[in-house]
């Protein structure tokens, strides 16, 4: 798949190039009968899970891909999802791709979109990276009809007692608005519903989404809705959605979107990319729907979990898998010479110049991440994403320490040469699921919050302790006298670095994480700790991706990466 000189060779330009099957094609392909495909035009469905027929055998194997801690470099992670899906295709492997649909905030912003990069992206890319099927609509709806129910509430008698004070849910929007982080509501007249303080979130941290992409079904959804704490009454009872009456008409909302997208990667490996939790603020994977599906036509799924092996893979081991029954069977943990060497000191402007010292000071990152997949029970493998100025000098240095610490190790090509520049990995990858894994939760349950939040703060971020606002210890004394310490937690932090100072680069150690928050999010089924200066609403930097965008007269992206 090489390019033709002097070609474009924008993300956006190579898919555009692309040829693209009919949705049909790729359906038949996996397996899936027409009676279980709804289309959205010809290029993506929606499947019916309900109607495709039980695997007899056993479901196909989880192949989860994570990471080193991300820098501004960026990383390709969804690049290497895809790449290498589509090479355990060509080994002859019947394969599945599960992705998490990308937000369309982030995309405007700084982040860009989630559909890969190069040869190795999942198509209609332009469409994934906007509105795709609807699905983000569709949460957001549901988020802000509940919250409309709660304000009519107020305004309409409050028999319920809710303490305007104590409302704990938000409305949302899926985009980058921080001057949304704190409004009031309800000014005017009379008439025009109860003053309070309150604010948005983007919708990828709804717990509206986190329980879209935990439930197993229509039926699951629904109860979990219900379940959602809204708040809490004049007397400190927690309020829910049931109380309110509000789990019915969400679920309505949700209930075509609770079915999975069907796309295309270029190299033809089906994909399904549905649901889109933030793994920085949220639990940073696709739904348990899709996976599960995947599984069930597939003899291999290769997934995502958002950011490094502290935030997305272990918030799937210790929430989605445990409530999904999806537990890996490997774990690729991408790497990048780019890294490891802003991670052994170097400044962004002075990476393509090669450093060996560099790279060789930047592992201590990667080992403690190569360890934290250990904890689990689960054998790692890592994937070097090259980059066109990484050396031959840089790349041993990674590969030389992977063999010397006995963890399969392969460079892959996947942005030039799509799925024909992972073979490697992809080798690497079946042998090792070739091995039984031992996979096993972090921490169990009956454990009290606090431990189950020392316990990844000490095994996975390298930790000395944590420390817990004034506000933060008011809400553990909630949950504990509420039944909710059985709940697993999830612990919202910088991507960046394993504290909550994203400054702190490499393996830095011994710190002590600060708890500033913690929310219940009761029908999602986990506790939200935040930590440090982070926002459940990202804002735009200065000069925001959207401004480079645009469309052309035949209705065609511009700009979008």
């Known amino acids: 798949m090489e390019a033709t000189p002097g070609t474009d060779m924008s993300d956006l330009s190579i898919a555009s190039r692309a040829v693209i099957r009919p949705i049909s094609e790729i359906a038949r392909l996996a397996g899936i009968p027409d009676m279980a495909v709804e289309s959205y035009g010809r290029y993506k469905a929606k499947v019916d899970p309900s109607l495709l027929a039980a695997r007899k055998d056993r479901p196909g194997k989880v192949i989860l891909v994570s990471g080193m801690s991300p820098t501004p470099a960026g990383e390709g992670k969804s690049t290497m999802v895809v790449g290498l899906g589509d090479a355990l295709t060509a080994a002859g492997s019947k394969t599945m791709i599960a992705l998490r649909e990308p937000s369309v905030g982030p995309s405007f912003g700084m982040k860009g979109g989630a559909t890969g990069g190069g040869y190795s992206q999942v198509l209609p890319m332009d469409e994934i990276n906007l509105h795709f099927t609807g699905d983000f609509h569709a949460i957001t709806s549901a988020n802000n009809l509940l919250m409309a129910l709660v304000d009519n509430h107020l305004q309409q008698g409050n028999s319920l007692g809710i303490d305007p004070q104590r409302i704990t849910f938000k409305r949302v929007t899926d985009m980058n608005d921080r001057a949304l982080r704190h409004v009031v509501i309800g000014l005017g007249s009379v008439t025009d519903g109860v003053p309070r303080e309150t604010g948005f979130e983007i919708t990828a941290a709804s717990e509206v989404m986190a329980v879209f992409c935990l439930a197993t079904g229509l039926t699951d959804l629904r109860a979990r809705l219900g379940r959602m704490t809204i708040g809490y009454s004049y007397a400190k009872a927690p309020v829910t959605v049931d109380d309110l009456g509000a789990a019915g008409a969400m679920a309505l909302l949700l209930k075509d979107a609770i079915k999975p997208n069907l796309v295309q990667t270029i190299g033809g490996t089906p994909a399904f990319i549905h649901g889109g939790p933030f793994a920085n603020i949220a639990h940073g994977c696709n739904s348990a729907i899709a996976t599960n599906t995947a599984r069930a036509l597939a003899d291999v799924v290769v997934t995502e979990a958002g950011f490094g092996t502290d935030l997305g893979a272990e918030k799937f081991m210790d929430i989605k898998a445990r409530y999904a029954g ?228 035949n209705g065609n992206a511009v700009g979008l990466s």
């Open 326 to 553: 999806c537990a890996p069977d490997t774990v690729v943990i991408v790497a990048t010479v780019r890294a490891l060497k802003m991670h052994g000191g170097v400044t962004k402007d002075e990476l393509g110049k090669e450093n060996v010292a560099a790279v060789r000071d930047g592992l201590p990152n990667l080992a403690r991440h190569v360890s934290n997949i250990k904890k689990f029970g689960v054998q790692p493998v890592i994937g070097i994403n090259q980059f066109t100025l990484d050396t031959k000098a840089e790349l041993a240095v990674v590969t030389q320490w992977a063999q010397a610490h006995g963890v399969e190790c392969a460079v892959a090509d996947v942005w030039g040469q799509g799925g024909q520049g992972a073979g490697d990995l992809a080798s690497a990858v079946l042998r090792t699921i070739e091995e039984p894994s031992n996979y096993a939760e972090l921490y169990e349950l009956q454990l009290p919050v606090e431990e189950k939040i020392s316990t990844v703060v000490r095994e996975m971020y390298g930790a000395a302790g944590v420390e817990y606002s004034a506000k933060a210890k008011r809400v553990l004394e909630q949950i504990h006298a509420n039944g909710w310490d059985q709940l697993p937690v999830c612990i919202a932090k910088t991507q960046y670095s394993f504290s909550d100072d994203p400054t702190l680069l490499g393996d830095p150690g011994g710190f002590t994480l600060q708890v500033r928050e913690l929310i219940p999010k009761t029908g999602a089924g986990f506790i939200v700790a935040i930590t440090g200066t982070l926002t459940t609403m990202p804002g735009l930097p200065k000069v925001p991706a959207a401004m480079h965008m645009d469309v052309d007269g």
